[in-house]
Structures are given as structure tokens and as C-alpha cells.
């Protein structure tokens, strides 16, 4: 799978939107851009994952270059709840039953 | 509430004592994994099971062992730990190719 490269940290005041990064310069064509985040000591939480178009839910949205070297996630209205590490990451798909390998992530902190 | 249960939350052990670590899922998945997160790093994983098979043993110690009875539950066997192995265990199911569902994790010290 490909690397991803983020940000290690980054504040947002609270109602405003979160603009997560994350860069994949190797990304192949077969590879899908996945985002999951850990509140502090629970288990990851998937949030949204895309090909090439952009993409939205109720959680965030998927922003994806053209070129797909480079993605945002967006969380719209940030809230002291969405205070987690955000981890982006590149995965081929099909993948079997292929492990998810989290990398260090973006810590996030919402601040009121 | 993700539909993947742990149990126990948290656990105190020695490093003499013996103890297991459960996970249990019906949301209908075929695979599970084991993940583990010191303090300050990232998640690592340590064992993939596919349909009550083990996959994948990332180069883990014997001290830990894994054990798949059937597709909903998922146990790690703990003896003789050191230390250094206290750290939260997460337990992760999927169906096929979907998305990771995740435990909310059994954080483990071992004195």
C-alpha cells in the first residue's frame, strides 16, 4: 500500500471546519483513500473512504485532487467530540482480508 | 457502539499470572483481527484470522496466543508478560472487504 504523509497536529476553534490533509504521491490506480479516527482510548472509528470523486456522509467529506496525490478530509462544523487522531490511508481494493496499517495520524484538537 | 464487544475494559496482571482477553462480534463478519497500542505509537497489528483461520502472526511472542473458535469470538491468551506489553489490545472485525469495525479495547498493565 501506499505512504500517506500528515500533519502530526492541528487546532480548529469549535463550530468551524476541520480541514484534515494528507498527501499519497504514490498512490496507484487501484487505490482506494481511506480515513478512520481514534477518539483517546477507544478503538478506530471509519469515517469516509474514496476512489477519485469526492465524497460526502453524514460524518465528513472526501476531497481528492485530480491527480490523486493528495487528499482533505473535511469535518463541516467541528465540535469538541470530533477532538481525536485522524488517520488517512491508502488501500489497495480488492484487498482481501489485507490488514489496515495505521501510521501516526493527525491529532486533531478542537478547542472552544 | 460499533457491534464489536471486549471484555474485559481494563485489566491489572503480573507478570506470573495468566489471563485472556475477549472479543466477541455478530454482525456476521469473517475476519478478525488483534491490534496493539503502546503509549504514544501506532497501532500494530498482531494477528489476522479469515474464517476461523489465522492468516497472519506479525511477528508476535509466544507469550501471546491467539485463539479463533468460531466466527464471533475472538480470544488472546496472555502468560508470563513483561511490561513493556502493557498497552491497549484492540479487536477489529470486517466482512470481506468492508470497512473495519473496532472494539473500544481492553487496556492492559502488567506490573
Known amino acids: 500500500d501506499a505512504k500517506t504523509t500528515q500533519p502530526p497536529s492541528m487546532d480548529c476553534a469549535e463550530g468551524r471546519a476541520a480541514n484534515l490533509p494528507c498527501n499519497h504521491s504514490?498512490?496507484?490506480?487501484?487505490?482506494?483513500v481511506y480515513w478512520y479516527r481514534q477518539i483517546h482510548s477507544q478503538g478506530p472509528q471509519y469515517i469516509i473512504h474514496?476512489?477519485?470523486n469526492n465524497e460526502t456522509n453524514e460524518m465528513a467529506s472526501l476531497i481528492i485532487t485530480e491527480d490523486r496525490k493528495s487528499s482533505t478530509l473535511i469535518l463541516p462544523h467541528a465540535t469538541l467530540r470530533d477532538t481525536a487522531v485522524y488517520y488517512c490511508?491508502?488501500?489497495?481494493?480488492?484487498?482481501?482480508?489485507?490488514?489496515?496499517?495505521f501510521g501516526k495520524g493527525t491529532r486533531l484538537s478542537v478547542i472552544a | 457502539e460499533t457491534g464489536v464487544t471486549q471484555t474485559p475494559r481494563h485489566l491489572v496482571m503480573g507478570m506470573t499470572n495468566k489471563k485472556s482477553l475477549k472479543c466477541e462480534q455478530h454482525?456476521?463478519?469473517?475476519?478478525m483481527y488483534w491490534y496493539k497500542q503502546s503509549a504514544k505509537k501506532p497501532l500494530e497489528l498482531m494477528f489476522v484470522?479469515?474464517?476461523?483461520?489465522?492468516?497472519e502472526n506479525n511477528s508476535v511472542p509466544s507469550r501471546f496466543s491467539p485463539e479463533c473458535p468460531n466466527s464471533s469470538h475472538l480470544f488472546l491468551h496472555l502468560h508470563t508478560l513483561q511490561p513493556e506489553d502493557s498497552a491497549l489490545y484492540l479487536c477489529?472485525?470486517?466482512?470481506?472487504?468492508?470497512?473495519?469495525?473496532f472494539g473500544s479495547g481492553t487496556q492492559l498493565s502488567v506490573l
Open positions: 477489529a472485525s470486517r466482512l470481506g472487504n468492508e470497512k473495519l469495525f
Open positions: 504514490t498512490i496507484s490506480g487501484n487505490e482506494y
Open positions: 474514496g476512489l477519485k
Open positions: 490511508i491508502v488501500r489497495v481494493y480488492p484487498s482481501g482480508n489485507t490488514p489496515l496499517v
Open positions: 454482525l456476521g463478519h469473517n475476519a
Open positions: 484470522y479469515s474464517l476461523e483461520e489465522r492468516v
